[in-house]
């Protein structure tokens, strides 16, 4: 560890750790910055984090002089401060008053540091400001050069993390482009640039003029979209969620997300909610209510000999509803016909950040329940179904088995599976050719309408929290499972108690 002082204050960091980065970690103190990012290379281009260094004659940029032994750092001299408002100065001649309507107003640098650090008023006066042409650089993101600041973070991002150089410089000095080179801007984790702009210069197309920032609300979750399980910022405004950024956890997905979990939030508040329970028997559907079925489900399975009851839940579920599933089948009915998904789900990376597998708590279910029932061979429930061998068959998230490779086909045998038994329970929060093909629809909860945990693939528990409140009619899988199976057992403890006293009747 490497002994240095920040305005006085003794700070210790690791050898080979830029000032900036050493500051900040330790809290010493905040410099303002630009083109500097944790995850990229420094760059040194925005000049906003001149320090003094004692001993130095110039002011030096931290993002890019290496701490030293006994290096005595100022961030607060008055010709660090007078650095700061004639950079600004220089950025605010062609920048725009673009504040009220760009969508990056209430966490813009720019905007920040003006109000922090610039001069109360301009010098310019006379001239026109720079202005470039509008630019749609695909299907996800748009350029106003006008509002860029030439940190090059974006560049850096595609040419360091995702190793794309389809976004490149052009011209220099007063005359510098941020352009495409070729082709649009079409790679999986695109977006990550609309967060990287320090401004507003590029933007997301999906969240384009849909908020301020101010009035969303950040919950701190993860996304669900595979087992890497990647922290995120799930940001919602009067009950619908609006986008999701990335949370930082380097031992998971260090500051980035793919650009598929980050808009993959629209079913959320989408019209392929299940948002009602229905019944349909006898050839008639009727609407009805979960606390109805439930009760209606836990007198069927007490009626339903074990080995005619099946039971299939898939890895979308929480580690609490998993225990919650295994309990009902193996422990509450003793059945042996249950499992955890059709098939076994994939292993490994897709790059440096995707999971193949496409289920957000694989590793949860081979941690919890795995080892129990059928694990993943719910295949084996299909085919008794198919050949007739259950009366009853109950699922919970038949829509994630789209998921599996070659999911479309197994999703419709398992709708035609259905049609074989006399009763079968869907609970789902999306509608499937399974939920169309059930005896009994109980609406579902999304991973944004409730709480739990979920194991990823490196089998790190982590939490996801409700960012959204769910209709008060729907009731939680957990407490669906609890409620069906202490309505089971306590029907079993009185039917012990009457045998009971029959027997004792009969030797009296």
């Not at 240095?4 to 980065?21: L, R, T, W």
């Not at 500051?23 to 001149?50: N, Q, T, V, W």
């Not at 039917?495 to 004792?504: A, D, F, I, L």
Request: hydrophobic letters at 35%; charged letters at 25%.
């Amino acid at each position: 560890m490497i002994n240095f002082f920040v305005d006085g204050k003794p700070v210790q960091a690791p050898e080979g750790s830029m000032v900036i980065q050493a500051a900040h970690d330790a809290k010493a103190a905040e410099i303002p910055y630009f083109c500097y990012h944790p995850a990229l290379k420094p760059a040194g281009l925005c000049r906003m984090c001149l320090v003094e260094i004692e001993g130095a004659p110039k002011l030096q940029a931290s993002c890019t002089t290496p701490i030293s032994e006994g290096m005595k750092v100022i961030t607060k001299s008055a010709r660090v401060a007078q650095a700061r408002k004639d950079v600004l100065e220089f950025y605010l001649l062609n920048h725009p008053l673009d504040c009220p309507i760009c969508d990056k107003a209430g966490e813009c640098m720019l905007q920040d540091y003006t109000f922090a650090h610039a001069r109360q008023n301009s010098r310019f006066r006379d001239g026109e400001k720079r202005r470039y042409n509008y630019e749609d650089l695909g299907p996800k993101l748009f350029r106003d050069m006008d509002r860029c600041v030439h940190c090059l973070r974006c560049v850096r991002f595609c040419e360091e993390i995702v190793g794309d150089d389809n976004l490149s410089v052009f011209q220099r000095g007063n005359h510098t482009d941020i352009s495409i080179f070729g082709s649009p801007v079409v790679n999986d984790f695109a977006l990550n640039i609309a967060e990287l702009c320090p401004v507003g210069a590029l933007v997301s197309k999906d969240f384009l003029y849909q908020s301020r920032v101010w009035h969303l609300k950040k919950t701190e979750t993860i996304c669900t979209s595979c087992a890497t399980g990647c922290n995120i910022y799930m940001e919602s405004k009067d009950q619908e969620v609006k986008r999701i950024t990335p949370r930082i956890n380097k031992a998971v997905n260090d500051h980035w997300i793919c650009d598929y979990g980050r808009l993959n939030y629209k079913y959320v508040n989408g019209d392929q909610r299940v948002q009602e329970a229905v019944s349909r028997e006898s050839g008639e559907i009727a609407v009805t209510t979960p606390e109805d079925l439930s009760a209606r489900i836990a007198d069927l399975l007490g009626r339903t000999p074990k080995d005619r009851a099946g039971f299939l839940i898939t890895p979308e579920a929480t580690n609490e509803e998993i225990f919650e599933f295994r309990r009902l089948a193996e422990k509450v009915v003793a059945t042996p016909n249950f499992a955890y998904g059709l098939v076994p789900p994939e292993e490994g990376k897709l790059d440096f950040l995707r999971n193949r597998d496409k289920f957000p708590n694989s590793a949860g279910v081979r941690r919890i329940g795995a080892s129990s029932g059928l694990g993943f061979n719910g295949m084996k429930i299909v085919e008794k179904a198919e050949s007739g061998d259950l009366d009853v068959l109950v699922l919970f998230y038949p829509h994630s088995v789209i998921k599996h490779p070659n999911g479309a086909a197994l999703l419709t045998r398992l709708a035609g599976a259905l049609s074989k038994v006399k009763t079968s329970v869907v609970i789902d929060y999306l509608k499937s050719p399974a939920s169309d093909a059930a005896t009994w629809l109980i609406p579902g909860l999304t991973h944004a309408e409730k709480n739990g945990t979920m194991d990823n693939a490196q089998g790190m528990t982590q939490k996801i929290r409700r960012a959204i409140f769910p209709s008060p009619a729907v009731i939680p899988e957990k407490d669906l499972l609890v409620r069906i199976s202490t309505a089971l057992s306590e029907k079993g403890e009185r039917e012990k108690g009457r045998k009971g006293e029959r027997e004792s009747a009969a030797t009296t």
